[in-house]
């Protein structure tokens, strides 16, 4: 005799009445002053310009790294020996010549893990944007894979510590693709973000204790 199968019941209808209870006995009285949350973080800028107010995905990060700032600087800005010390970075070219500044272009590649579209990679063409030396960059530009198109924003700010220097960076993503899975997309950049700080961690550290 074939088993009876019973009609599934969202969880979520077995929860809603204890949280209507929950959220009854924690209410506060009328008339009382609900207290203020945190304020929100500011996001990064470079000289006055920051990410994209307005993107869903965005993710911000930063390390602490014992080196000089003018050694993690010159990994940072030196955009055509990325490759050397970035395993995620393929390729990069620069677009121009001669050290970084507004309006420097470059183009570089990336691996894709799994992710919901067919792109196993993405080519990015980045412009600087913003630029003050030793201190910040932004760039802007468009990272296109199989499937997969993205506008990035991102903003870098190196600050010199009496224990080291501190780099954060923040970046958003927009695109039809990202925007469809915000959980997922962002989780993505949350990991390129930190193994990127990883990276230039141990490279600046090497560096200054292994001068060449």
């Known amino acids: 005799m074939p088993a009876v199968r019973r ?4 969880a979520a209808l077995f929860t809603l009445p204890l949280l209507a209870g929950l959220l009854a006995a924690t209410a506060s009285p009328a008339g009382a002053a609900t207290p203020p949350g945190p304020r929100p973080i500011p996001p990064l800028t470079c000289r ?19 080196a000089p700032l003018r ?6 800005t030196d955009v055509e020996r990325w490759p050397s010390w970035q395993a ?3 390729t990069a070219e620069r677009l121009d010549h001669g050290p ?7 183009r570089w590649t990336t691996p894709l893990p799994p992710n919901p579209t067919p792109a196993t990679s993405l080519e990015i063409t980045s412009t600087v944007e913003q630029l003050r030396r030793h201190s910040c960059i932004r760039w802007t530009g468009p990272a296109a894979g199989e499937g997969l198109h993205i506008d990035g924003v991102h903003v870098w700010n190196f600050t010199q510590t009496a224990h080291g220097v501190r780099v954060t960076t ?3 993503h927009t695109g039809p693709q990202v925007d469809a899975d915000v959980p997922t997309a962002t989780a993505l950049l949350r990991q390129g973000l930190e193994a990127w700080l990883a990276d230039l961690k141990t490279t600046a550290e090497s560096a200054t204790r292994n001068p060449s």
């Open 48 to 66: 006055g310009a920051g990410v994209d107010p307005g993107a869903r995905v965005r993710y911000r990060a930063e390390i602490l790294i014992d």
């Open 100 to 106: 970084l500044r507004p309006g420097s272009a470059f």
């Open 7 to 10: 009609p599934l019941v969202p």
């Open 71 to 76: 050694t993690v600087w010159k990994l940072q």
């Open 170 to 172: 923040e970046e958003t």
């Open 88 to 90: 995620p970075v393929t």
